[in-house]
């Protein structure tokens, strides 16, 4: 789990040092759900991209491939409220994630952006630049999304991810 979900993103955000890349980092929907192992390693995968100092959009998606044809309509959501753990929290096609992430690299409105991705019924989007406008950008005083629940305060976090952080912040004034 923390070499899957966290190391990877670590290693290179390290890499990278003080050259600045838009980052699209794709996680999952119900990261912030308390207790479950894999979604914290994803959730502090998040925070170091968010102290990174580098644009980013972080898309979490819903279940893979779950949706019917004709569920293309694109919905972002944020504050990562549905944590079933199933396909009740929303689905969405592979095509769509892609998008969504290859479009948030060109899109000023999805910089500092963290959302929840699911499809709905109905035809997909032309343009997907309007849907992130409407999300609220995360703040720059907190290493967590806008509108998510999260108690992790990092003096309680594992020597690992406090001292990536110190190394990745090292320098651009965050944290």
Sequence with gaps: MRDNDYAGVANVLKLLGSRRVHIALMTAIGTTRPGVAYATWKLRSERLVRASGNPYTIVRPG?????EPNQRTVVMLQGDKRQAGSPADGVIARDQIARVLIDSLHIDAANHKTLELIADHGPEQ???????????????????????SVDLPVTNEPETFRHDLATITA?????
């Design 126 to 148: 032309v343009d997907l630049a309007p849907s992130f406008a409407a999300l609220t950008p995360d703040s720059d005083e907190s290493l967590d999304a806008a509108g998510d």
């Design 63 to 67: 279940w893979f491939d779950y949706n």
């Design 171 to 175: 320098g651009n004034h965050r944290v």
